[in-house]
């Protein structure tokens, strides 16, 4: 396949990048509300009264985050009728990769068979979809690339405490995927905004397993679980939310009454129901699937997206914003006309 | 087991009950006092408090049942239920 002529360091043209297609790839192991009986009864309501949700999906033992990935990037390429052998880059975001190293990205490139592609991961936590979204349109639009592989992949039941009410009642597995290429404007993204804060790394994390605490220094096993100071990250969440979906608008000159989806991170009902009032969206712009599959982190927001792309009810023209925050801390939004 | 005399803040009590809060907010010290109410310790919600009731249960060695702990009781509260649940 013809890769543009445009070289390293080349300008950025005034070409757009466009979704091709999406796909999603959900396990099949439901775990509702009820199954989390280890916890007190009387706790189980509070579960969708606080977040929504209602029920998650667990992959099962002998699946990996590269495997929920490669199933949902197989959806996305069928669906775009593009072979893996013509894409030129895979971007996978993951805050729960196969292994430290090497990327999880590269099993995925080696399960699709996708040989010409070059392929990395992108760790921004619940931010990496948007993240990834912008470097695959940075290397479509410089010309370096002209079918990107967007794969959002999380596995987070294996990193949940059993004992933490809070993160083992929201989080789930799950993948989602988005197969981009150049187009001409008005189509195709129009800009996104990324932003993160270093001062508040610690609020969501996973302690063990790095350079900081390495697995052979472990002293308190509860340190290889995924930890979050929820009442902090509301806070940030809310404010952060709403400050980059209006910055994002602003540099488009687009009123939020223009705006016909909102697809955003979904991080519990409560965050989002705030986040809709802050920005006067209704928030039956918000395309919300939580209830169904928790907490996917950096993969929620690619698995709402094919969603709404297969519901029908996007049409050519529309404006979507994709809005996300999480671990860094980091967050972004990305404003794209179908 | 906890001390003999759960509804007081012994030594005894003390540690159990900010081993249970680091647990819980997986930061040290969190120092607890009769008066401290529990929707005062900072990063407290109705999530977390699942959590804390279920790491009072390890540390005390008890089975509160459907009991969860709320954010208006204070820890001579907290140690009054441990008290009850052993003496019923």
Same mark, same amino acid.
């Given at each position: 396949?013809?890769?543009?002529?445009?070289?390293?360091?080349?300008?950025?043209?005034?070409?757009?990048?466009?979704?091709?297609?999406?796909?999603?790839?959900?396990?099949?192991?439901?775990?509702? /509300?009820?199954?989390?009986?280890?916890?007190?009864?009387?706790?189980?309501?509070?579960?969708?009264?606080?977040?929504?949700?209602?029920?998650?999906?667990?992959?099962?033992?002998?699946?990996?985050?590269? &495997?929920?990935?490669?199933?949902?990037?197989?959806?996305?390429?069928?669906?775009?009728? =593009? @072979?893996?052998?013509?894409?030129?880059?895979?971007?996978?975001?993951?805050?729960?990769?196969?292994?430290?190293?090497?990327?999880?990205?590269?099993?995925?490139?080696?399960?699709?068979?996708?040989?010409?592609?070059?392929?990395? &991961?992108?760790?921004?936590?619940?931010?990496?979809?948007?993240?990834?979204?912008?470097?695959?349109?940075?290397?479509?639009?410089?010309?370096?690339?002209?079918?990107?592989?967007?794969?959002?992949?999380?596995?987070?039941?294996?990193f949940l405490d059993p004992k933490d009410f809070s993160t083992r009642?929201s989080l789930?597995?799950?993948?989602?995927?988005?197969?981009?290429?150049?187009?001409?404007?008005?189509?195709?993204?129009?800009?996104?905004?990324?932003? %993160?804060?270093?001062?508040g790394n610690h609020l969501i994390q996973v302690p063990a397993g790095g350079?900081m605490m390495?697995? /052979?220094?472990l002293k308190n096993p509860r340190d290889a679980y995924f930890l979050m100071h929820g009442r902090e990250v509301?806070?940030?969440?809310?404010?952060?939310?709403?400050?980059?979906?209006?910055?994002?608008?602003?540099?488009?000159?687009? /009123?939020?009454?223009?705006?016909?989806? =909102?697809?955003?991170?979904?991080?519990?009902?409560?965050?989002?129901?705030?986040?809709? @009032?802050?920005? %006067?969206?209704?928030?039956?712009?918000?395309?919300?699937?939580?209830?169904?599959?928790? /907490?996917?982190?950096?993969?929620?927001?690619?698995?709402?997206?094919?969603?709404?792309?297969?519901?029908?009810?996007?049409?050519?023209?529309?404006?979507? =914003?994709?809005?996300?925050?999480?671990g860094?801390l980091?967050?972004? @939004?990305?404003?794209?006309?179908? | 087991?906890?001390?003999?005399?759960?509804? &007081?803040?012994?030594? &005894?009590?003390?540690?159990?009950l900010e081993s249970a809060l680091a647990a819980v907010f997986r930061r040290t010290p969190i120092h607890v006092?009769?008066?401290?109410?529990l929707?005062?310790i900072e990063g407290w919600d109705?999530m977390n408090a699942v959590t804390f009731t279920m790491e009072v249960?390890q540390a005390?060695?008890?089975?509160?049942?459907?009991?969860?702990?709320?954010?208006?009781?204070?820890?001579?509260?907290?140690?009054?239920?441990?008290?009850?649940?052993?003496?019923?």
């Amino acid at each position: 396949m013809a890769v543009a002529s445009a070289r390293p360091g080349s300008q950025i043209t005034h070409m757009r990048t466009r979704i091709l297609a999406t796909g999603s790839y959900l396990p099949d192991r439901a775990v509702p /509300n009820d199954a989390l009986a280890h916890f007190p009864r009387a706790s189980l309501p509070l579960i969708e009264e606080k977040t929504g949700i209602k029920c998650r999906r667990y992959a099962a033992d002998d699946q990996c985050t590269s &495997d929920l990935g490669f199933l949902a990037a197989r959806v996305c390429l069928d669906r775009g009728s =593009v @072979a893996p052998e013509e894409l030129d880059a895979i971007l996978l975001a993951t805050s729960t990769p196969d292994r430290i190293q090497p990327a999880t990205a590269t099993r995925v490139q080696e399960l699709l068979g996708a040989s010409r592609a070059f392929a990395f &991961d992108v760790n921004s936590v619940c931010s990496g979809s948007v993240y990834a979204i912008h470097l695959a349109d940075m290397l479509i639009r410089s010309g370096e690339a002209r079918r990107v592989l967007v794969v959002a992949s999380e596995l987070y039941s294996r990193f949940l405490d059993p004992k933490d009410f809070s993160t083992r009642a929201s989080l789930g597995d799950g993948a989602g995927a988005v197969l981009l290429g150049p187009a001409e404007p008005p189509q195709g993204i129009v800009l996104s905004r990324l932003h %993160s804060d270093g001062s508040g790394n610690h609020l969501i994390q996973v302690p063990a397993g790095g350079t900081m605490m390495p697995y /052979n220094r472990l002293k308190n096993p509860r340190d290889a679980y995924f930890l979050m100071h929820g009442r902090e990250v509301y806070e940030f969440a809310t404010a952060q939310g709403e400050a980059v979906v209006n910055e994002l608008l602003a540099a488009c000159d687009v /009123n939020r009454s223009d705006v016909a989806f =909102v697809v955003p991170h979904q991080a519990n009902i409560t965050v989002l129901r705030a986040l809709a @009032a802050r920005l %006067s969206i209704d928030l039956s712009k918000f395309v919300i699937n939580l209830d169904r599959y928790g /907490n996917t982190a950096a993969a929620s927001v690619l698995i709402a997206l094919d969603e709404l792309m297969m519901s029908g009810r996007v049409q050519p023209g529309n404006l979507v =914003v994709l809005v996300v925050f999480g671990g860094g801390l980091s967050w972004g @939004a990305t404003l794209i006309r179908i | 087991m906890g001390s003999d005399t759960d509804s &007081d803040l012994s030594e &005894d009590n003390r540690q159990r009950l900010e081993s249970a809060l680091a647990a819980v907010f997986r930061r040290t010290p969190i120092h607890v006092t009769l008066d401290l109410r529990l929707g005062a310790i900072e990063g407290w919600d109705s999530m977390n408090a699942v959590t804390f009731t279920m790491e009072v249960e390890q540390a005390f060695e008890v089975q509160l049942g459907d009991t969860i702990f709320t954010r208006d009781q204070t820890i001579a509260q907290v140690l009054q239920v441990l008290h009850d649940n052993r003496t019923n």
